[in-house]
């Protein structure tokens, strides 16, 4: 084989690997058999929820896992999912640009895959999806989303159809916001090694308290020195240069 075709071949092979979907980001489903269940967890006094067949069709989630809704706690549900970049290895595949909306071809809130593999410190979207849904107790959920330095909070979040977000699917079904498809609760700073924390914690105690299907966390890439660390790093520089001047 000429030395020519070789070096095609190879420039081939580097393209479809480039362009093939890999793991990119790290789910974690609440039904036992999901991506990432063993990630899943309760907070307070809760320490089991009610389950349905009903599931997302949220692209990447397992089809037929189903979904969570309420809890046994004495006063408000709360689900906690657990992350740690590095240890938790990426489990679920998106390629560069594929839209995270629903299995059936609609936008939902419209967000775009990274492509990123995940595990490094830096930048990560964080997402959440639940079903359909129109008996929810409104408001149904706060969050609290844990990072370097002040957690990210949303409060009062109404999961069921339209509260997160417009409808997207023309037909029967409901794609929009969170139901059905990916919704970004925030972007956060996260470090390798260190475990991070999504608490979903019920505003009321209805039956119906809060739903969830999946949360997700989306590496976006390094993150970005502040001005103040960019100043130190160029005085050390000059300092470097001044002393082997000297």
Known sequence: MSLKRTTILLALAALLRIAAPADAAFM??????????????YGGDTTSSSTT???????????????????????????????????????????????????TGFP????????????????????FTVPESTNVANPSSDFTI?????STVLTGVNLNNGG???DTDPGSAFVGGANNA??????????AGTQYTVTQQAYGT???SQRAA????????????????????AMGIIGLVLARRR
């Open 28 to 41: 974690i489903e609440t039904r036992s058999g999901g991506k990432g269940f063993a990630n899943f967890g």
């Open 164 to 166: 997160t977000g417009p």
């Open 214 to 233: 999946a949360v997700m966390f989306e590496f976006v890439g390094p993150a970005v020195p502040e001005p103040a660390t960019f100043g130190l790093a």
């Open 53 to 103: 067949t009903t599931g997302t069709a949220a692209v990447g989630t397992t089809a037929g896992i189903g979904s969570v809704f309420g809890g046994n706690a004495s006063a408000k549900d709360i689900y906690v999912f657990k992350y740690t970049p590095g240890a938790d290895a990426d489990n679920a595949t998106y390629a560069t640009g594929a839209i995270l909306g629903s299995t």
């Open 146 to 150: 844990t990072q370097n330095g002040p």
């Open 206 to 208: 209805t039956f119906v």
């Open 182 to 191: 990916w919704f970004k609760l925030a972007t956060v700073t996260l470090n």
């Open 108 to 127: 939902g809130q419209g967000n775009v895959a990274t492509g990123l593999a995940g595990g490094a410190s830096g930048i990560y979207n964080v997402y």
